[in-house]
């Protein structure tokens, strides 16, 4: 199942829920797109797909500085997975096609 297009997304983190949108489009296995939050949008970087799995990396700057790396499955026209930031545990995240 392809995962280009737009994603609503909800994390589960030690924060509470966290939602964001994410435009993604592969090509071959490599994966682009942005993940936008509360009006600011950050490019991923690193992404890539593989059958119906796909990473990539986020780098945000707000609350705190962290990289979180996403691991998702796509299963129709939902996502399921995690996001992991350092040493922290994975969080859980959801997402269905927008």
Known sequence: MSIDGKWKVEIQTPMG???????????????????TQGGNSTPIQDGSVNGDEA???????SPIPVTLT????????????????????????TGQRA
């Open 17 to 35: 829920k966290q939602n964001a949108d994410f435009d993604l489009a592969s090509d071959g296995d490599k994966l682009t797109g942005t993940a």
């Open 55 to 61: 990473t990539w990396k986020l780098s945000l700057t």
């Open 70 to 93: 996403f691991t998702v499955n796509v299963a129709g026209d939902a996502l399921s997975g995690s996001a992991k930031a350092a040493a922290f545990p994975a969080f859980a995240l």
